[in-house]
Nanobody
Framework: QVQLVESGGGLVQAGGSLGLSCAASERTFSNYAVGWFRQAPGKEREFVAAISWSSSRTYYADSVKGRFTISRDNAKNTVYLQMNSLQPEDTAVYYC???????????????WGQGTQVTVSS
C-alpha cells in the first residue's frame, strides 16, 4: 500500500507559478512511476503529467506541455510538479498517483493522494 500526500496548492493570478509536491512514506515509492492528474468542477479527472521511476521518461498532456515540469527525488520519496504560466483553465484539484509506465505511456494504479486545490484567478 502506497500512501501519497500532496501539498503546495493555492491561489495564484493568471500568468503566475505554483509548485506542487507529492510525498510518500514508503521506500518502495521509488519503484513506481508517478503521475499527476486534475479534476475541475463538473469535469472528469484528467491526466496532467507523469514520470518514470528512474526519471528517464516524462509524459505530459498537450494542454500543459511547455508550461509544467515534473521531476522527482527518490531519496526524499517526493515527486514535484512545477507549474508556470498558469491560466484560469488550470483551476482544479490536483492529485498524484503511483503507477507504472512504458516507453510511451503512463498507467495509473489505484494509489491516490487526497488532492490539493489550485485556483487561478483571471
Amino acid at each position: 500500500q502506497v500512501q501519497l500526500v500532496e501539498s503546495g496548492g493555492g491561489l495564484v493570478q493568471a500568468g503566475g507559478s505554483l509548485g506542487l509536491s507529492c510525498a510518500a512514506s514508503e521506500r518502495t515509492f521509488s519503484n513506481y512511476a508517478v503521475g499527476w492528474f486534475r479534476q475541475a468542477p463538473g469535469k472528469e479527472r484528467e491526466f496532467v503529467a507523469a514520470i518514470s521511476w528512474s526519471s528517464s521518461r516524462t509524459y505530459y498532456a498537450d494542454s500543459v506541455k511547455g508550461r509544467f515540469t515534473i521531476s522527482r527525488d527518490n531519496a526524499k520519496n517526493t515527486v514535484y510538479l512545477q507549474m508556470n504560466s498558469l491560466q484560469p483553465e488550470d483551476t482544479a484539484v490536483y492529485y498524484c498517483n503511483a503507477g507504472t509506465s512504458t516507453s510511451t505511456k503512463y498507467y495509473s494504479a489505484n494509489y491516490w493522494g487526497q488532492g490539493t486545490q489550485v485556483t487561478v484567478s483571471s
